[in-house]
C-alpha cells in the first residue's frame, strides 16, 4: 500500500541511519514493521502472564522464580 505522510528530514536520516537502508520508503517500512513486531511481542507476553493461554505450561510466578 502506498500512502504520503509528512516526517521530519532528522527522523528519516534517522531510520535510514539506524536501519541500514539507503532509500527513505524502505527504511520507514522496516521501521513500522519491526515496531509493530516488537509491540505485538509485548501484547502477547502481558497476555501469557495475565494467564489468557490455559495451556502455557508456567505461570508468572514460576517464571519469575526460574533460578538464572
Do not use: C, Q, S
Amino acid at each position: 500500500m502506498k500512502f504520503t505522510v509528512d516526517l521530519e528530514d532528522r527522523t528519516v536520516a534517522d531510520l535510514m541511519r539506524l536501519t541500514g537502508i539507503t532509500k527513505k520508503g524502505p527504511a520507514v517500512a522496516r521501521a513500522a514493521t519491526e515496531y509493530l513486531k516488537r509491540e505485538m511481542n509485548k501484547e502477547f507476553a502481558t497476555r501469557v502472564m495475565e494467564g489468557e493461554f490455559e495451556d502455557y505450561p508456567m505461570t508468572n510466578d514460576e517464571i519469575e522464580g526460574i533460578d538464572r
